[in-house]
């Protein structure tokens, strides 16, 4: 199902982006509505962005033609996603305050949709204590902030303050919605794990977590309730995900093995440390040896764990492979149990760790289905496809 896009724009230079940001969301199969200050109408036409998208704009909340329509309340009961591009650092601060002294503002109290921002602003504004302050409040409030971008500015100068190009925030924004897994509690684990030697070092992986949030935020929109399990990773959870942190495999095991028993589906995404160092050292290890071993005892594998559960979850693991990866993928499926494997090869040219892309090969028994080269928010929209489409197939399987 397509998603409704409330997308604000508030009074800076950028936002004759709107115009290529609205032309691009339609083109993804987005409704989009949009709401602008009154700042904004002096940078860029309304008629502009009504003609883009398809629907009158709105700039006034006490207009009585355009309240006699949709009204204010129903606009903010309308969107799945309200998304702010540009986001002026007058419009943060407003927003920080919890200000309703607009039409944006008051949709933004009145929605329970998430909340995207796009800042741009000169890169002192940016940089001001003031904004650095109302970015923390917002982003505490679940708000998430794309970019803004370093780069020549139209001021003149240069630093951080442009706003992200449209094509960069559309890669990242979850654009499908629907209520296929409604009633439905699922698992992803996500992120590396770190296992300590001592109390200053650990044996980790180069896991952003991206893949795994960006499934849990794409499995959520389908109407899922989601738990996250996450090792460390710098990003924030996504919108209506219950995230539980953890550091090591033992923790990731003991937090899963905790929740899952309501689970009715788990996809494995975290990057597990196979092994752990068999000791922790106490205190900081010292140099004082030329040559060091350190002695690793294997971790539980976890997925394996939940697939082996009676009357447990439909399995969803991830396999990266750097060689093979048809045969690897399968041969996983297989010794682990799962109902489905997402393969990825590593190591090369193509996505993995680290990166924005990925492409994914995903297998089942009796089916396969191979996702191209796309920015992992996009991709993660499509794995969550298939993984919805076999498991609603299994489900009915199992009825018959
Ligand atoms: N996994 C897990 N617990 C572990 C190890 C892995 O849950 N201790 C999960 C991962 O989240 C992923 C899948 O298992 O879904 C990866 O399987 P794994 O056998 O670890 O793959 P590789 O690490 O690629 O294995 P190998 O090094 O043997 O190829």
């Known amino acids: 199902m397509s998603i409704k896009v409330l997308l604000g724009v508030s009074g800076g230079i950028a936002a004759y982006k709107a115009a290529e940001l609205v032309r691009r969301l339609r083109e993804e199969g987005a409704q989009v509505r949009v709401v602008m200050t009154t700042a904004a109408l002096s940078f860029i036409t309304p008629l502009t962005l009504q003609a883009l998208s398809g629907n009158a704009v709105r700039s006034d909340l006490l207009d009585p033609r355009a309240e006699a329509g949709m009204d204010h309340i129903e606009l903010a009961r309308w969107a799945d996603l309200v998304l702010v591009a540009p986001a002026t650092a007058d419009l943060m601060a407003r927003l920080a305050a919890g200000l309703a002294d607009d039409l944006l503002t008051t949709l933004v109290l009145a929605t329970t949709a998430p909340l995207v921002l796009a800042p741009a602003m000169n890169h002192r504004m940016w940089l001001h204590p003031a904004t650095r302050e109302n970015l923390a409040r917002l982003q505490k409030r679940g708000v998430r902030v794309l970019g803004p971008a370093q780069g020549d500015q139209a001021c003149g100068e240069w630093g951080p303050g442009r706003m992200l190009e449209p094509t960069e925030i559309l890669d990242v924004l979850p654009l499908r919605v629907s209520s296929d897994l409604a009633g439905k509690r699922v698992m992803v684990t996500a992120g590396p794990t770190r296992e300590a030697l001592d109390p200053v070092r650990y044996i980790g992986n180069r896991s952003s977590g991206r893949m795994g949030y960006a499934l849990a935020s794409s499995l959520a929109a389908r109407g899922a309730e989601l738990v996250l399990v996450s090792g460390p990773s710098a990003l924030s959870a996504p919108h209506g995900v219950d995230l539980v942190r953890v550091e090591t495999a033992l923790e990731m095991e003991a937090a899963v093995m905790e929740r899952i028993g309501d689970c009715d589906l788990?996809?494995?995404?975290?990057?597990?440390?196979?092994?752990?160092?068999?000791?922790?050292?106490?205190?900081?290890?010292?140099?004082?040896?030329?040559?060091?071993?350190?002695?690793?005892?294997?971790?539980?594998?976890?997925?394996?764990?939940?697939?082996?559960?009676?009357?447990?979850?439909?399995?969803?693991?991830?396999?990266?492979?750097t060689e093979r990866l048809e045969e690897h993928a399968l041969d996983k499926l297989e010794k682990k149990g799962l109902n489905m494997i997402a393969a990825n090869l590593v190591g090369g040219r193509t996505g993995g760790f680290e990166r924005n892309d990925n492409a994914l090969l995903v297998l089942w028994s009796g089916g396969r289905k191979s996702l191209p080269l796309m920015s992992k928010t996009r991709l993660a929209d499509a794995l969550t496809d298939v993984v919805v489409e076999r498991y609603l197939a299994y489900l009915s399987s199992q009825d018959s």
């Open 266 to 321: 788990f996809v494995a995404a975290a990057a597990v440390s196979d092994y752990r160092p068999r000791d922790r050292a106490g205190e900081k290890i010292k140099k004082d040896r030329t040559e060091l071993d350190l002695h690793l005892v294997k971790n539980p594998d976890i997925l394996a764990r939940v697939a082996a559960l009676p009357e447990g979850p439909f399995t969803v693991g991830f396999a990266a492979e």
